[in-house]
């Protein structure tokens, strides 16, 4: 579905007047160059950025810490299999289930 001139120039207009974004991050004082020989993964520009509103909605802010950690945890085949088998959020359901006991041990 292709928009309108009226609707084109619209979104034009509604995204020239959003303001530059900043796109420091504490937590990367490098700022995406390359410090290992990993792939380099480039900072968007601003303009690519602009022209997809959603995906800068979604990006952290300077200073925000993510919700959950990461780590590595080693269970039985047969426990990882079981909470498999409950679907696609088993994650979720194995961090209901410690957190369940982690209360109940208070």
């Known amino acids: 579905m292709s928009l309108s001139a009226r609707e084109n120039r619209r979104t034009r207009a509604r995204l020239e007047a959003l303001p530059e974004p900043d796109l420091t991050d504490p937590d990367n004082p490098n700022g995406g160059r390359r410090i290992s020989s990993g792939p380099r993964v480039p900072n968007p ?12 909605a979604r990006m952290r802010g300077p200073g925000e810490k993510p919700r959950k950690l990461q780590q590595t945890l080693r269970l039985d085949p047969d426990v990882l299999a079981y909470f498999k088998a409950e679907g696609r959020l088993w994650q979720r359901h194995i961090n209901a289930v410690l957190r369940e006991a982690m209360e109940q041990g208070r």
């Open 45 to 56: 520009c601003p303009e690519i950025l602009a022209a997809f509103p959603r995906t800068l």
